[in-house]
C-alpha cells in the first residue's frame, strides 16, 4: 500500500491593517502588513483619469468626511461605474478575516450603504459577505464581523460598493495554497492504496480454504 503524506499544517499569522500608512501615486495601490489592496478597472472608459481612487483619511483632515478617531482607507465610484477594489497577500498565501470597521465615508451620511466582500477560495468557488452602514446621518464606522465562510481559505476579496470607508480589518489563517498537481497526487496515492489493499484481500480470501472444505480427499471406506 502505497501513502503519500502531504503537511497540510497551516503558516499561521494574524493581524490588524489600521491603515496609517500611505497611498500610491494616484491612489491605484495600498500596501500594509504583506496585503495589498488595488483598484480594479474591468472598464475603462474614455477620458483622463479613467478610474477612481483610493485614499487615507486622516482625523480632523475634512469636515464633510466621516470620522474614527485614526485614519482610515476611503473610495468612491465618482468616475467610473465598473472599478473597485480587491485585496490579496502578496505572497500568494490564503487568508481569512474576521472583523472590520466600516462607515460611509460622506458624514454626515445621506443613506444606506451596502458594502459586499467577494471571496475567491482556492478551489475556486465564492463566497460573500454583505455588511449596509445605517444612513440617518451616521458620522463614523461600526464594527462587523465576517461570517464563518471567511475565517480561512481566500485568496482574494472584491469589495463592491459605490463608497466605503474601512478602517482595522483583521486577517488570521495565514497558509500556503496547496499546489494542484499535490492535490492530485494525494487523491491519485489514496486511490491507488485502496486498490492494492482490495486486490490484497481478494487474493488471500481466494487462497485461503473454506472451514468447512476438508482436504477435498473423500474418506474411504
Known sequence: MILVFVSSTPTQGQGTIIFSGQVSVY??????QGMLFQVIIPTPRSGLPSYDSMGIIRPNTYNNYATNGTPYLGFSQLLNQSDYVSFSLTNGYSFGLTSVQ???PLAPSP???????????????????TFT???IGANSLLNYTYTSAFASGLTSVDILAPRWAMDNLVFGNVA???EPGTTCLLVAGVLLGAWRWRR????N????PSSGSGNGLGKQT
Do not use: C, H, K
Not at 491612489?27 to 500594509?32: I, P, S
Not at 490484497?200 to 487474493?203: E, P
Not at 480470501?205 to 485461503?208: D, K, Q, R, V, W
Open 27 to 32: 491612489g491605484t495601490n495600498y500596501y500594509e
Open 102 to 104: 466600516l462607515g460611509d
Open 111 to 129: 443613506s444606506l450603504v451596502p458594502i459586499m466582500f467577494i471571496g475567491l477560495l482556492g478551489n475556486g468557488s465564492t463566497v460573500t459577505n
Open 133 to 135: 452602514t445605517p444612513g
Open 176 to 178: 500556503p495554497v496547496p
Open 200 to 203: 490484497r484481500t481478494a487474493t
Open 205 to 208: 480470501n481466494a487462497l485461503t
